[in-house]
């Protein structure tokens, strides 16, 4: 079960970082924004693309916790 959660979070992050936030940045976007969500999509799709490659994530409860608290986070904010 924590794997899934760890999965469906990953997936929120990276559909939340392609499709909503990259797309619409401007010309005038700071440089740290851009670098940030970069790492955290980059983040996100090694979690949704490793089993593919045979890499079975096993979270700690923590890492869990924090990266459902913030796929929640963001969907939220994009209201």
């Not at 999965?7 to 929120?12: D, N």
């Amino acid at each position: 079960m924590l794997p899934a959660i760890y999965l469906i979070a990953a997936l929120a992050i990276l559909c939340h970082g392609l499709f909503h936030t990259i797309n619409h940045m401007g010309r005038h976007t700071e440089l740290p924004a851009r670098l940030g969500w970069l790492l955290l999509t980059t983040g996100a799709l090694d979690i949704v693309l490793a089993p593919l490659f045979g890499r079975i994530a096993s979270p700690s409860y923590g890492d869990a916790l924090l990266l459902a608290w913030l796929a929640w986070y963001l969907q939220g904010e994009r209201s």
